[in-house]
């Protein structure tokens, strides 16, 4: 089977993209061409792909990223056996398409409850712009084939279609956690906490507990991350392959999870959660309901109010002069990401309906 992916809106690395579809799809013999921002992200394609420079979509320029994906759609359509687009821009890039070949939509996100986090959207075209959304969604639904990154998704859709979760790949073993530093993975953005974060590493430096945040950042949260790496507050690693990012959490004294309480976080499992927990390190995460689900179901981290960078902090110094519940809560959290959450146990299923769906036999 010959598939190609496609995002405009999504970094090459993409986790759930690359490290898990698209390696789930090479690892069972497939052939992947993979359509992506290269050149605007600076990375190359990998090896184990056919890599397609698209343009990038940012904030209002859409447009000719879109148009592009659409002329390359046209010109693979004959020699694909299916495509799975990554953003909700592309369904126009494959509206309309004659002759093409089965195309999936990977829902990742509640549509209409992210334009709420667009600052470069105005206020007043936030509401025409979610019912936009929704037909679109709606009409997807009729015309293509939809995978849901949550069970909560759901309900936004008539009929049942496939979760495929947000798991990661979860180590044979781990170290324990430490005592001097902690991590966030992640986007970086207010939405998601980054100020706290740059509060929560002001309030541990007398304690000599560092604070290491790694990935992108929107425009409005780099300049308050650079002036706190100037001024040795803490340390900022951009964006890095996944691969890469998840080997920093190895021996973390916790991982940090600050999600604000916006509607598009409500339902969906904070993926960074589960990464915290397969590399056996405590969680500390605000209450978006998701997250306080895994916790305490799990008893594998601690949950702090919405905003509140001094609970962290206390929390961290907690956990930094407990040894014991450090390893405990650590140690349950990777017990329970090896047992539920690991990537291999879902990545079958979605090599197998992207089969069935191309008409192709596994």
Known sequence: MHVLVMTVVHHPEDARIL???????????????????????????????????LPRAAERRRVAAVRAARRLFKSMRGKVDLALIHDPELLFAVAGVRGRPPVVWDVHE????????KP????????????????????????????LAEAAYAGRFKQAHLVVPN????????????????????????????????????????HRVAVELIGYADPQSRPLLNDAVESGLLEWRDF??????????????AGLSLLHDEPNYRHSMPT??????????????????????????????VVVPWEDAPAVARAVL??????????????????????????????RRFVTQLEAWAGVKS
Not at 33 to 49: C, K
Not at 240 to 253: H, I, Q, S, V, Y
Not at 274 to 301: D, F, K, N, W
Not at 324 to 345: D, K, L, Q, S, V
Request: aromatic share 8%; proline share 8%.
């Open 120 to 147: 470069w959207l105005p206020s007043f075209l936030r509401p025409p712009m979610r019912f936009l959304a929704r037909m679109m969604e709606g009409t997807a639904e009729r015309h293509l084939h939809l995978l």
């Open 19 to 53: 490290h898990r579809q698209i390696r789930a799809l090479v690892d069972a013999g497939h052939e992947v061409t993979y359509a992506a921002p290269y050149t605007a992200r600076g990375v190359v394609p990998r090896s184990w792909v056919n890599g397609v420079d």
């Open 240 to 253: 890095m392959p996944n691969d890469e990012a998840l080997k920093r959490l190895d021996g973390a004294l």
């Open 318 to 347: 907690r956990l930094r002069d407990n040894a014991f519940e450090r390893r405990g809560t650590g140690g349950r959290g990777y017990a329970a990401a090896r047992a539920n959450h690991h990537w291999p146990n879902s990545a």
């Open 167 to 206: 798991e990661t790949w979860v180590p044979a073993s781990v170290s324990p956690p430490g005592d001097d530093r902690v991590v966030y993975l992640g986007w970086l953005s207010e939405a998601r906490g980054v100020q706290e974060a740059v509060e929560v590493a002001r309030l541990l430096q007398p």
């Open 272 to 301: 960074k959660i589960v990464e915290y927990m397969a590399h056996g390190i405590p969680v500390i995460t605000t209450p978006s309901p998701r997250a306080v689900e895994l916790v305490e179901r799990y008893q594998c981290g």
């Open 110 to 117: 509640d549509t209409p409850a992210t334009l709420s986090l």
